[in-house]
């Protein structure tokens, strides 16, 4: 039986590749997909992180510094999801209620 060790190494690599090779010039749904990959890539940092720090729970010195990693990514991974989301949402807002506003016109009263 082979490992699962390297699924989301893969999955990670999977992503990245697909964000790097994006020209810069994307539209705001590939943009969109790409924060996303990224949220995804920063989950997967932070799992490799915990399972590094779980095989060496016995250096008392080391896994404090993978600790801090697991909670960077975790940090990294809520921004982009955050990021995703708000855009997500921001960008439906403006496409169902884009109607030009009304002029308002008021002349005011002399004085």
């Not at 995703?84 to 002029?103: E, H, K, R």
């Amino acid at each position: 039986m082979e490992s699962t060790i390297n699924a989301p190494i893969e999955a990670a690599v999977a992503a990245l590749a697909t964000a790097a090779a994006a020209p810069m010039t994307t539209t705001g749904e590939e943009t969109l997909t790409l924060v996303r990959d990224l949220a995804r890539i920063a989950g997967h940092l932070g799992e490799l992180t915990a399972a590094a720090r779980d095989r060496w729970a016995a250096w008392g010195t080391v896994t404090p510094h993978l600790r801090q990693a697991q909670d960077l990514a975790a940090e990294a991974t809520r921004c982009l999801r955050h990021a995703a989301g708000t855009y997500a949402f921001n960008s439906t807002q403006a496409a169902s209620t884009a109607v030009p506003l009304a002029s308002t016109r008021t002349a005011r009263p002399a004085a």
